[in-house]
């Protein structure tokens, strides 16, 4: 267990609908990361939340959003699916505000567009 | 802008064979260094990293990678593999003094042969 928690595991919806995903950081870890995996892009920065604020922005649809919460848990919000959104959306959690350090990841939410 | 290119997409090897899994990275500035490994249905998990001093890094499982600057080299390697090294491997790199992204490479796919 990494300490970083993703729900739901595996998630199958219908092209149009929206779907949240929830990340949960490792313990005192502030920042959190949402990656999108796929097999043609591999993996791709999506966004990056530091206690609470958004801190930069990757290659994230327009119909894709997310938040911090005081908490520090995660949500990233993906509305208006299509097929090619299907992918494994990953969350990673970090501790530092430097480079230096590494990421936790979590072990994933693969999500199936039909 | 930083990149990073992992030169095989797959490496078919035979168990107890040495490996080299090669990475080349190009930045105008000095960055950080990691190897993470994602094994079938799990996240990734760090490897190893280079942050600075010597060149030679080790890392969990026997693994260990050189950093060479002169030629924007990342290698990862060990001597001897196990079928339990079966995984995907992803080179990365991250600004120094920044809490800024990790950019990933596309993976190396190694596969060990009985």
């Known amino acids: 267990d990494s300490g970083v928690t993703q729900t739901p595991k595996h998630l199958i919806t219908a092209t149009g609908q929206r779907v949240t995903l929830r990340c949960s950081p490792r313990?005192?870890?502030?920042?959190v990361y949402w990656y999108q995996q796929s097999l043609d892009q591999g993996l791709q920065f999506l966004i990056h939340?530091?206690?609470?604020?958004?801190?930069a922005k990757g290659n994230i649809l327009e119909r894709f959003s997310a938040q911090q919460f005081p908490d520090l848990h995660s949500e990233l919000n993906l509305s208006s699916l299509e097929l090619g959104d299907s992918a494994l959306y990953f969350c990673a959690s970090r501790s530092g505000k430097q480079g230096a350090t590494g990421y936790t990841f979590g072990s994933g939410t693969r999500l199936t567009v039909v | 802008a930083q990149s990073v290119t992992q030169l095989d997409s797959q490496v078919p090897v035979f168990e107890e064979a040495p490996v080299e899994l090669r990475c080349n990275y190009s930045?105008?500035?000095?960055?950080?260094l990691f190897w993470y490994v994602q094994y079938p249905n799990q996240g990734l998990q760090l490897l190893l990293k280079?942050?600075?001093?010597?060149?030679l890094v080790k890392g969990i499982n026997g693994f260990e990678a050189e950093f060479n600057k002169s030629q924007t080299s990342f290698h990862l390697r060990k001597p001897s593999v196990h079928i339990s090294d079966t995984a995907e491997y992803f080179c990365a790199v991250s600004l120094m003094n920044r809490d800024d992204k990790i950019i990933f490479g596309k993976g190396t796919r190694l596969h060990i042969l009985p």
């Open positions: 939340y530091y206690n609470g604020e958004e801190r």
């Open positions: 313990s005192g870890d502030l920042s």
């Open positions: 280079y942050l600075s001093g010597s060149t």
């Open positions: 930045s105008s500035v000095s960055v950080y």
